[in-house]
Every structure is written in C-alpha cells, then in structure tokens.
C-alpha cells in the first residue's frame, strides 16, 4: 500500500490507537487478513469469520512483521480499532484509489473467464506499463481492497476481478474504486440461484458499466445479447468484442490445432494480425479477444497485442491445463471451479481434442444454482454423452447422479462414485494408455486433489 504512518490510517478510518508506542511507525507493505502471510512493514487486518476469529491470530501476525493490525476490539499489539472492520477497510481503499491519479483501474466481470480474462491481461499490459492483477479470484469485499492496497505507488494498470452474488455488490466495489474501464464479459447460469435467473444477472452485471464516468470506456462482449444491452446503461463510450462481424475488436478464422488451442486473425480498427493461443478450448478466444480490448483501448498496438496473447500462458492452477502422465494418460485439470457455462466449454475442449483417444469426463458437483440445479446437472451429463464422451465419471452426492444419468440416456458409459477417494480407486483400474481424462468441479468437491492422485499414478493399465 501506499506508505503511511499508524496515525495516518487511523485518522483516516476514524479509528484509535490502542498499545502504540510509536504512531509514526509506516506500514510500507501489503495489507493482509492471513497471520501466515505477514512479513515486515504490512498491515494485519482481523476479520472474525465463521470458523475463525482473526483477532486470535494479530500477536502472531506482528510477530511476523506487521506493523499494525485493524482490529474490532483491542488486542495485544500495535492496534487500530475501529467500530466495524469492513467498513473501515472500504475507507481505506477508499482514500487510497484516490492517491492514485496516475493508475489506470480496469474492472472485470462476468459469469465465466473472469480468472482466465484477468491472467491474460497481466500478461499483455505489462508490456505497456506496470501492471497489478488480482490474485487468484480475491473479487469480493475483501479481495479487492486487498488488490488496491497491495498495489505499488508507481502501478500504472491495476486489473480488479470483480465478483457479485446480487444486486448492489458491483456497486459497492465500484463505489471504493472508481474505474476507467469497465470489461464485461457475459451472462451466464453461474450463481443463478442467488440472482433469480440471467435477467438478474445482466442487472447485477451492468452496475460496472454504470459506475463509468463519461470518461471511461465500457467494454462489452457483442457476441452476447445481454452484455450488449448494457450499451444503454453506460454514460461512457462502448467497444464491442466478439466474433460478430460488427465487432470493433474480433477474431476470424478460428481453428483449433490438435492439442485443443485456438488460433485466429485479430482484427482490430487498426489492422490484424495472427493470434496462436497456448490455452486449451475455443472458449479461450473469447476471453483472449476482451484482453485484445482493454489493450487497444489503452494504446497497444494490434501486432503487439496479438503477440503478448500468443505468448501467455495459464497463470492460474487448474484452469484448462495439461498434464502429461509417464503412461500416456493426459489430464485436463480443470477443477478450479465449475458452472454450467464453464462445464459446457471444457467438455467441447475435450472432445475436440479427443480424436483417435478414449476420451473420460470426471464431473463433480456445481454449486449455487438454485432451483435448477438438477436440471443445469443433468443437462451437462446430456451435452457430455452428446459430445461423444466415452465415459462420465460423477462424483459426490446429490446432483453428481444427475450427470450421470444424463450422460447414460446419451449413450456414454457411467460411473457414479461418492467421493475422491472411490473416484481416484475406480480411475485407477479404469485408465488405459492414451486416455484424455477432464477433470471438472466446482471449489469444495475435492477434485483439485483428485488430479493430485491421478498425476501420482504412473502406469496405465
């Protein structure tokens, strides 16, 4: 964060000091609620959560090097305390976006590839200038003044994945940062349940082109209605990215090559130029294409945005990627987090990689779907065996069986298996030499250790 003193925060948030021997002491380093985190010249901020109380942890957090901690109550240590911690970190951020003048801020949401999108453009605007990204999927009330705080003074793009699970929540983030970009990139069925269907979701999604003053840019995806509709909610000038012809930045002749990874032409208002992605799945050209906008946008040249988009990689673990078994097994971990929008692109990623190989789809659980989920379950189990997937692997209870038996009415051959363990012991006696497994679920189903069991295994059978 920027480098201010113990009285300086505290003046800021309205807190007061409590056991602060020096109040000039500065916090020059990040801002963290992890006492494991901690390290010389940063800011613990203790948050009580439902299983664990932060304020247990300060002692050992300015043991490790904290300067201070924000706290609700006093505790032993250089303290701020406030009435309410949220709050006070929102004012924080606050002051701090504020500080900023020479930082340009990029919102980014959407139902699906938000990661994927955010990974890609720390990978291309870096060429341009100093460039911050969210880590992992920090895109909540806490993540994201955690990404602002952690942002050195000379950062000149700060990316904020922004996350909502309802009406308000972009808002509110947008309230503390206000953006010079807003990057929309689709509507979807993740989280429907908490939305109340897409049209909620649209609503939810455009508050981030509405925050843009008439100096921003809203970037919206052309290739998906409701993101395009958000145009009339923006009071700052739109670019559309998509494969639609009417696109200002698109993509044509798009192909896959063997391995699942798309190629294309980027077109842009000032020219085109040949993309090669390393990502797996034509989904991916997507998300490639919203990264060629913000770039443009921000002054990069077509060439050199096609070449940066070439180079990247997956920054994020158990996103699309590949690994290689010593028995010819190739494991597709994409475990990170499912919705059906998501499960739709990895399962077509796999079949069009599939060709002359015996292709297996583990599927666990999605979560937060509300009345529907075990319709959006099934209907992925149908899409899977409707692909061609040779065998479907569902894992856990409840809706697991749902994809499974959607998958069987398709013709695939199914297994239904209650846990990682009796997924890792079925996998083990069924893998055979040259198998393109996928591993797919959503964060909790306990797939991201089931990919560790599977890449332990080095004979196929």
């Known amino acids: ?36 985190q901690a390290r010389d010249g940063c800011l613990f901020v203790a948050f009580v959560g439902e299983q664990v109380d932060g304020h247990d942890f300060a002692s050992a957090a300015v043991a490790a090097g904290a300067v201070g901690v924000l706290a609700s109550r006093p505790v032993a240590g250089p303290t701020i305390v406030v009435p309410n911690v949220l709050d006070a970190l929102r004012t924080l951020t606050s002051w701090t976006a504020q500080k900023m003048p020479g930082t340009t801020c990029i919102g980014v949401t959407g139902s699906s590839g938000k990661t994927s999108t955010k990974d890609l453009l720390g990978q291309v605007l870096c060429r341009s200038g100093s460039t911050i990204v969210t880590a992992g999927s920090q895109n909540n009330e806490i993540g994201v003044p ?70 921003g ?43 699942g990874r798309p190629r294309f032409d980027l077109i842009t208002p000032a020219g085109n130029a040949p993309v090669t992605l390393q990502l797996l799945g034509v989904h991916q050209v997507s998300n490639a294409l919203a990264t060629a906008a913000v770039a443009y946008t921000l002054g990069m040249g077509t060439a050199e945005i096609a070449d940066a988009l070439s180079c990247a990689v997956a920054t994020t673990g158990s996103r699309m990627q590949l690994h290689e078994r010593a ?117 909790g189903a306990g797939l991201q250790a089931l990919v560790r069991d599977l890449l332990s295994e080095s004979t196929g059978r």
């Open 1 to 36: 964060m920027l480098p201010m003193s113990l009285a300086q925060i505290a003046q800021v948030v309205q807190g007061r000091l409590h056991q602060v021997p020096d109040p000039d002491a500065v916090v020059a380093g990040p801002t963290v609620i992890d006492s494991r």
């Open 146 to 215: 955690l990404t602002v705080l952690g942002a050195p003074s000379d950062t000149e793009y700060l990316v904020l994945e922004m996350g909502a699970r309802g009406i308000g929540h972009l808002s509110y983030l947008t309230g503390m940062v206000p953006l010079d970009v807003s990057l929309v990139l689709n509507v979807g069925s993740a989280h429907a349940g908490e939305f109340g269907g897409r049209e909620a979701t649209a609503q939810a999604k455009g508050e981030l082109v509405e925050a843009l003053s008439s100096d």
């Open 217 to 259: 840019t809203a970037l919206l995806n052309l290739d998906d209605p409701l993101v395009a509709a958000m145009a009339s909610r923006s009071k700052a000038p739109v670019t559309y990215f998509g494969c639609s012809p009417q696109a200002h930045i698109r993509a044509e002749n798009v192909a896959l090559d063997e391995r």
């Open 327 to 443: 028995d010819g097994v190739t494991v597709i971990d994409d475990a990170y987090n499912a919705n059906p929008d998501s499960m739709a692109a990895a399962l077509r990623a796999l079949t069009s990689m599939g060709a002359g190989r015996r292709t297996v789809a583990v599927i666990g659980e999605m979560r937060e779907l509300g009345a529907e989920s075990p319709a959006e379950h099934r209907a992925v189990g149908e899409l899977a065996g409707g692909l061609g997937v040779e065998v479907v692997v569902g894992v856990g209870g409840g809706e697991a069986g749902q994809v499974v038996a959607g998958a069987a009415a398709k013709g695939a051959v199914t297994h239904l298996t209650a846990d990682r363990g009796a997924a890792a012991d079925l996998l083990a006696g069924l893998l055979e030499t040259e198998d393109l497994v996928l591993v797919k679920a959503s964060l």
